[in-house]
């Protein structure tokens, strides 16, 4: 039985090997730069480098297009030999809390890349300004790590761009002015800078964007966010709670496609407009803890929420009013 066995284990690598023999060289580098004894036991030098865990080639040239890793074990700095996977259109980094150091410079050379996601690590440093060289990235997540400095504005440059998501790092500075002046090609972007340090005025320029969600919340940000809204939009999301924004409410123009609104914890004044109601879709808001005044209007027609908005959306304003509140005086 046994040599059969071993067939099974250790199967004859000229008849079934697609992987070209760079690409394995960098996995198989990448591999053994992890400072763990055994680092992904099954990522064998005799198996054919396209069946291994993680790894996606393209079904017609056999090049490695996606590295997909998830995985506590795997300790170290994110290794360079990722340069040398040449094709690689996917990477993700998920989960890897023992992941630590800097963005390698040699991400800045994967110029087919159009997902970049180092997620849930303990990576530090800056946002690389090398990633603008990226020219194909539609998806950048950078969320929950540890990342230092200010934004990059060229990033705004990269012409596919659609998912900015840097939240929960500890980002600092302002959103930079040239995010209103995306290419045309990145139309409706998707942005996520919640939970940093970001400062400074929301910039005037961010009023162009359509954007299809909006994150900036528990941030120390100012100035008047209501250039997010604007009647004819596709937002369905905009949550900028916890900053230090200050606009007339009573000014906004909602998109009808929006859906969860959250502006507590701010400086917002004003009266509720009644077209929140009357022009949207919205399934959840949030209003709380602002400088808010008047009557809140009636006549919700919500439908996941027919009996409309209990106090829990309005309560703690200057002087709101009125059902589901203190009747006005
Ligand atoms: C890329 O591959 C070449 C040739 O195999 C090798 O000399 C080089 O060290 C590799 N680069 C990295 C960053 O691993
Ligand atoms: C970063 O490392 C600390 C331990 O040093 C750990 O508790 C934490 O979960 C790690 N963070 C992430 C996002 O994995
Ligand atoms: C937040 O920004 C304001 C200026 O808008 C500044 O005075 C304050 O110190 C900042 N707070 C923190 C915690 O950085
Ligand atoms: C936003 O995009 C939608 C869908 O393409 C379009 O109909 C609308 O005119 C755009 N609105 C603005 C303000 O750019
Ligand atoms: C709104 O936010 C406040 C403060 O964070 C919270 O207490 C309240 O439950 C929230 N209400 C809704 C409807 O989410």
């Known amino acids: 039985m046994l040599p059969f066995l071993l067939f099974f284990l250790f199967p004859a690598h000229s008849a079934a090997e697609l992987c070209h023999p760079n690409d394995k060289a960098a996995l198989l ?110 998806f950048l997540e950078l969320q929950f790590n540890r990342l230092s400095g200010s934004i990059p ?23 930079p002015e040239s995010f209103g002046y995306l290419p045309k090609t990145a139309e409706f972007p998707a942005l996520d800078l919640s939970h940093n340090k970001l400062s400074g005025d929301i910039p005037a320029s961010l009023a162009n964007l359509n954007f299809s969600s909006v994150e900036i919340s528990r941030n120390n940000l100012s100035g008047d966010a209501s250039v997010f809204f604007g009647k004819g939009k596709i937002t369905t999301v905009i949550s900028i709670s ?16 929006l859906v969860i609104l959250d502006i507590s914890h701010n400086k917002i004044y004003g009266s509720i407009p009644p077209q929140i109601i009357e022009d949207t879709l919205l399934q959840r808001l949030n209003l709380t803890y602002n400088r808010l005044c008047g009557k809140v209007p009636t006549g919700w027609k919500l439908k996941f929420n027919p009996e409309g908005w209990d106090y829990t959306s309005f309560f703690h304003n200057r002087c709101l009013c009125g059902i589901p509140l203190d009747p006005c005086k």
């Open 29 to 138: 580098a990448f591999k053994h730069s992890f400072s763990n004894p055994n680092p992904i036991p099954s990522w064998d030098p005799n198996f054919d480098c396209c069946s291994y865990y993680g790894v996606n080639c393209d079904e017609t040239t056999n090049y490695v297009i996606g590295l997909e890793m998830i995985s506590d074990y795997l300790t170290g700095t994110i290794p360079t030999a990722l340069a040398n996977l040449t094709h690689l259109q996917i990477l993700r980094l998920q989960k890897m809390p023992n992941l630590v150091g800097e963005i390698p410079s040699a991400i800045g050379e994967l110029t087919n890349l159009r997902f970049l996601e180092i997620s849930w690590t303990n990576i530090s440093g800056p946002v690389p300004h090398f990633l603008v060289k990226l020219k194909n990235l539609a």
């Open 153 to 175: 504005p060229l990033l705004a440059t990269l012409p596919y761009l659609r998912v900015i998501d840097l939240s929960r790092n500890q980002l600092t500075g302002p959103i």
């Open 242 to 257: 916890r900053n230090n924004f200050e606009f007339d409410f009573a000014k906004v123009s909602f998109m009808e496609s």
